[in-house]
């Protein structure tokens, strides 16, 4: 599985931007896929989670409320609707994906994923 981010970009604080990860593979549709980010000095945090097939979705506690993650299984595609964007938002973001069936337990670690995207940058200036 192949993944590619894009939709990064400058916004202000209180804006919005909707970022994309564009899947390769065949069984795209049964992948648990996430968002997550990593701001300067920092390590990598998860931010949103959804599993395949229709299934749950899973929030990091700062975003929620905020934040949409989503799929089209026809494009292989994810998305992450931001809005309301807070100058703590400013990161790059890593789409990922995993076979494996997650649980709200093990969706949030890094180690559960298999395939990462390059990263796309968000900037919210205050």
């Known amino acids: 599985v192949q993944l590619q981010a894009s939709g990064g970009g400058l916004v202000q604080a209180g804006g919005s931007l909707r970022l994309s990860c564009a899947a390769s593979?065949?069984?795209?549709?049964?992948?648990?896929m996430a968002w997550f980010q990593q701001a300067p000095g920092k390590e990598r945090e998860f931010v949103a989670g959804?599993?395949?097939?229709?299934?749950?979705?899973y929030y990091a506690h700062s975003v929620k409320g905020r934040f949409t993650i989503s799929r089209d299984n026809a494009k292989n595609a994810v998305f992450l609707q931001m809005n309301s964007l807070k100058p703590e938002d400013t990161a790059v973001y890593y789409c990922?994906?995993?076979?494996?069936?997650?649980?709200?337990?093990?969706?949030?670690?890094?180690?559960?994923?298999?395939?990462w995207g390059q990263g796309t940058k968000v900037t919210v200036s205050s």
């Open positions: 593979g065949r069984t795209f549709s049964s992948y648990t």
């Open positions: 959804l599993r395949g097939s229709g299934g749950s979705t």
């Open positions: 990922a994906a995993t076979a494996r069936r997650l649980i709200v337990t093990t969706v949030t670690k890094i180690d559960e994923y298999d395939y």
